[in-house]
């Protein structure tokens, strides 16, 4: 191919998929624009000097909002608000009086207030104290809300609620002494490092019905993923949302972590512990839309529609089915608060990357919604100038971004890209032209394995077709394999678990008597699920919470609709401590599984050649990074001297093995038996080797000599 019809800033690109030359304009207009962006940031310095991003999104998060100076015990706070007339910072502290009006707002739209210290010498408002910002609008009305760059803000107690209604109230937060990082970010390299990820959420972490804390998250649950062998956490639900059922989806206060779980300092402690364990922590950031609400929100926020979000009459502002508002990503000042976020979760709380949601949502106008939502994978869907509907401004607010995340942290800076219509260069880098993403969510995973457990009988279980949508990804941009994330568990959908063995878990788990036939066959197919889509699926695999050790049920928060119950917004961790219970199978099995791949590696290699798909024998063997995978789905039949191809000859063991006793399997594979391999082509390997696989069992190998 010829590149020199292909603008420079997509050469990359293009020379790792041929297919994408008819659309090199396109992507390089949409690069040209975030490119644009950045130059235009990196010199809106007020004498024009260049600035880093990095700079422009740390200065940005530490003048606006609150501040305040321990030397000279001043408290700073600027806001922006261009179409506030007036603004009066107000609270505890001058007892909600308008004694405290901010100085006359600037050309662009600042206001700022200076508090000097009290006589005293102390802080003129006090720590964790109430306050608010109240602005007089060009009407003469006045509203009051809770500063946008607030870093706290809690829940009303049982009386203020019943009189004022739930409405978040904004805290000062200034603690004499924060928390102290002990810890450096562990190491972590894109180029070869795997990447296993712990999703959780902090509030459902225990089995008792109520909200979980951060530091019963850190005493609890942390020891357990250190010993499953997770290398990162990815947490929900951390950024503010005033609704508890909207799973941290609708967020009110973006600097602010929920409060519900405890205090800001706790947090860091958690992920300093996690730190100290050698586990990175990712936040999941909801910059795609946030919530409605304008009293603690962000929405109205300076009494106009359209100060952080799309106007309302510009069809643009509401999303169509998530009830909440879409930023205006065009925006400089929506830019600096969005890219200021990044880097003060980076910065302040040490999290070492994000998972982006609703990165489909972002990236067209459509939303992913309706008919717009529907890709097939033509390229026109996502590059063509007339179809593909995408928001240039969006995909450009992304790959800033990113930007930032990897030069805040160039040596183990992680994102991953909720998105499930498949855009083509978005996990590229960004100096290929691509979106900057280092991963993408493997979303068709999931569905598929749904698919299969409701609609498909075992011996209908097609071998090609799964291999197929396990290993249907683009070259060169590394995604997230996974069976379930928290998508799958939420109430209306059941956990593979339960898709598998259903009512019967509640009475048929016991290790007292032999287990029925349908917890037998759930207990190993779940393992084998797990295995496969680990090992083919993906450069990394994520886990929900609990999933790991098969958790029953459903998600379902406390809302109107349920009585307010937590029976279902919890994670049964007793059940896996429950010596009596088989549960302690598979959460064994899981953490085998994840030390295995960490002493041998094989997720963040090149694909695996798969070298057979019987739909017969429902057989399925490959090899990556030179182990050995075999897959025996059948429901009854066992083999005994199964030929399978192997390419690098040599003597080879077993590493893992599903079919263990530990693992709630039969222990019928011998595993302290060697392998030799015979010098012979076989299912167009160099060489084959025989093994014993038994029905519902998958074993993988690794060369000895
Ligand atoms: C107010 O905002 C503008 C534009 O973002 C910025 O250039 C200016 O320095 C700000 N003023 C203050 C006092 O920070
Ligand atoms: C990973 O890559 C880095 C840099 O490219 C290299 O120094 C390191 O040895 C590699 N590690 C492994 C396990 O291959
Ligand atoms: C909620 O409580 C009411 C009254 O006790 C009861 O009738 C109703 O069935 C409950 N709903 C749910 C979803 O539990
Ligand atoms: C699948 O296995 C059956 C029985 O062992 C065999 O006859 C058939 O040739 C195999 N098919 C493939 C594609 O290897």
Redesign the pocket.
Known sequence: MSMTKIPENVQGAVQLDSWLEPYADVLSERRYLADKWSYDIRHSTPDGSEQSLVDFARNSYKSYGLHANPKTKEIYYKEWAPNAQRAFLMGDFNNWQESHEMNAKDEFGNFTITLPPLENGDFAIPHDSKIKVMFILPDGSKIYRLPAWITRATQPDKETAKQFGPTYEGRFWNPQTSYQFKNSRPKFNLANDSLKIYEAHIGISSPEPKVASYKEFTQNVLPRIKHLGYDAIQLMAIMEHAYYASFGYQVTNFFAISSRFGTPEELKELIDTAHGMGILVLLDVIHSHASKNSEDGLNMFDGSDHQYFHGLTSGRGEHPLWDSRLFNYGAFEVQRFLLANLAFYIDVYQFDGFRFDGVTSMLYLHHGVGAGGAFSGDYNEYLSRERSAVDHEALAYLMLANDLVHDLIPDSAVTIAEDVSGYPTLCLPRSAGGGGFDYRLAMALPDMWIKLLKTKSDDEWDMGHIVHTLINRRHGEKVVAYCESHDQALVGDKTLAFWLMDAAMYTDMTVLKEPPLVIDRGIALHKMIRLLTHSLGGEAYLNFEGNEFGHPEWLDFPRAGNNDSYHYARRQFNLVDDDLLRYKFLNEFDSAMQNCESKHQWLNTPQAYVS?K????KVIVFERNGHLFIFNFHPTQSFTDYRVGIDVAGTYKICLNTDREEFGGHNRIDESQCFYTTDMPWNNRKNFLQVYIPSRTAIVLTREI
Do not use: K
Request: proline share 0%; net charge negative.
């Open positions: 057979l019987n739909e017969s024998d």
